[in-house]
């Protein structure tokens, strides 16, 4: 059995001629200090101030073919879905999407604490 890889779409801007809905664009915290300005300060001094590294766990190993597509990961290493502009150029414009909605990977289920699990899903929401 082979395995075929699947890559990101290159072509910009196909035209399907209508609107197109992307109603599951995959997006991920890149990290927890991204989500400090949507946190009150109770919370930004409990991350400055712990061991607190946020949520670890993945349902997405990386390296995994099934984790991502094939040149989704940024230029500087970063994974996929962290950038706003690689989202922009190889979902949103690369089909036309006039409509989409995020699903992102934030793994707050496994903070063990759940007001911490709380509060980190409405930053994440936010």
Not at 1 to 26: R, Y
Not at 87 to 96: I, T
């Amino acid at each position: 059995m082979s395995m075929e890889t699947i890559t990101a779409p290159t072509v910009a801007g196909l035209d399907f001629g209508q609107p197109v809905i992307d109603a599951d664009i995959n997006v991920s915290v890149p990290n927890t200090e991204a989500l400090l300005p949507y946190l009150d300060a109770h919370w930004r001094e409990y991350i400055a101030t712990s061991a607190f590294k946020g949520a670890v766990d993945s349902s997405y190993p990386k390296g995994a073919p099934t984790s991502a597509l094939s040149g989704t990961t940024g230029p500087d290493g970063s994974a996929p879905g962290t950038s706003l502009e690689m989202v922009r150029k190889q979902v949103l414009d690369a089909w036309n999407v006039e409509v989409g909605i995020l699903n992102c990977y934030y793994a707050a289920d496994g903070l063990h604490n759940p007001d911490t699990g709380a509060t980190m899903s409405a930053a994440v929401n936010n």
